[in-house]
């Protein structure tokens, strides 16, 4: 959740953004509103939380739902296969099955693929929801449930997108890639990409990820996301743990080794201290910084939201680069550290310490896991400790970077003028978004982030929810886009 936004102010920004030009296609759109929420509403009812085993069913009936739905709007399905998902305990559960499915075959089109996925995060109202978050909700302008932004809601706005412009002559040709395990690594999905590469990809033009927020109330296009190289730093000493009134002042400790190293790896001011860490990040020119004047971005807006009374930098183009396209270092944690309530006197004999390097375009991971292990070793081996230190990476996402001028690109930007009446914000992602690599890489497609969610939707968090203005007016981007990308 970016920032908040009262209502006065949202449905003034609203008023702004909403002179839709009469069009027989959006005023069927708008005549059908209240059908789109109802469906909304039954999907969300389904509790297909793909992290709780016992849901499982939920999950595999939310697929089939979804099935059902392409099926009745005259599209072909295949549900591909996945296996099954073996948990620590022996336990076998199925995996969902991945829909892939087609609107049209007409070689004469162009085909665009969109992503997303029917699967949602965990949700109980005893979490601090203010309503059954698998009741969705009407109020104030918003449709609160789970799923409603991520990404039951976005993928409803795209279907109803295709049945509409399907009613009207469907200018290119569409295929869905829906997944159900996305909200707990995609499990088996990027070797399915791969399998499927020369057959069900083989005739796909341009790849559309629906599942995106907006960075403020104003439709934005995210063209870039951050790659993430995550680290253990292990270090132990004694062979258990031991009492510090016996022990402390006689040992060299584990924490105290652990709390230096992850204390050199960045200044106060966030800078990263890292030899040539920042060697490869591209430089910043003129025409890149001009994307950042016109974006909506308001940092009281922030700050209120956060709590946080003070960045790191001053300035709206400042913050946005450095969440965006400069790298950072985060510590995330510390593993076998006494953190429960009260005291306790222990000298933990080994700890291992949790961050994070999220990398920007030109960085590889695998350099950047060897500047980390050098540093870090060299550090150490400054202290001059007799405790063991090990450094590894467990995940090396890669960053990923589109160019704007492809024709989706151009086809969103017209898109957006042409619903909104405004220019679009050109956006990247601050996290990771590895299905968007893994597009590029194994099909050598262009890739695009296409969302309708809200700045403050809140999709993980308590009181999820999509405003009824971006679920229904981002049905009407999503057929506008299906109509403008044959120009291009």
Known sequence: MLFLVSIVSLLFSHALLSPTPDDPLFKHIDDHQHEYIQRLKDWVAIESDSSDPSKRDQVLHMMQVTKD??????????????????????????????????????????????????????????????????????????????????????????????????????????????????????????????????????????????????????????????????????????????????????????????????????????????????????????????????????????????????FLHNTKEELLMHRWRFPSLSIHGIEGAFSGSGTKTVIPAKVIGKFSIRQVPNMNPSVVEKQVSDYLESKFAERKSPNKMKVSMVIGAQPWLANMSEPQYLAAQKAVKRVFNVDADMIRAGGTIPIAKNFEDVLGKGVMLLGVGGPDDAPHGQNEKISVYNYIEGTKLYASFLKELPSF
């Open 69 to 310: 739905y392409i099926l009745q709007i005259g599209g072909t399905v295949e549900m591909a296969e996945l296996g099954e998902q073996e948990y620590s305990s022996g336990k076998k559960l199925p995996l969902p099955p991945v829909i892939l499915a087609e609107f049209g075959n007409d070689t004469n089109k162009p085909t665009v693929c969109f992503y997303g996925h029917m699967d949602v995060q965990p949700a109980k109202k005893a979490d601090g929801w203010k309503t059954d978050p698998y009741v969705l909700e009407e109020k104030d302008g918003n449709l609160y449930g789970r799923g409603t932004s991520d990404d039951k809601g976005q993928i409803l706005a795209l279907l109803h997108a295709v049945e509409s412009a399907k009613k009207f002559g469907l200018p290119v040709n569409v295929k869905l890639f829906i997944e159900g395990m996305e909200e707990v690594g995609s499990n088996g999905l990027e070797q399915l990409v791969e399998d499927k590469k020369d057959t069900f990809f083989s005739n796909v033009d341009y790849i559309v990820v629906t599942d995106t927020p907006w960075l403020s109330t104003k439709p934005g296009i995210t063209y870039g996301a951050r790659g993430n190289c995550y680290f253990f730093i292990e270090v132990e000493g004694a062979r258990r743990d031991l009492h510090s009134g016996g022990f402390g002042g006689t040992v060299y400790e584990a924490m105290s080794d652990l709390v230096y190293l992850l204390g050199v790896l960045a200044d106060v001011n966030g800078k990263i201290l890292i030899p040539g860490i920042y060697d490869d990040v591209l430089p910043l020119n003129e025409q890149e910084k001009d994307l950042y004047k016109d974006l909506v971005f308001d940092l009281k807006d922030l700050k209120r939201d956060t709590g946080v009374n003070t």
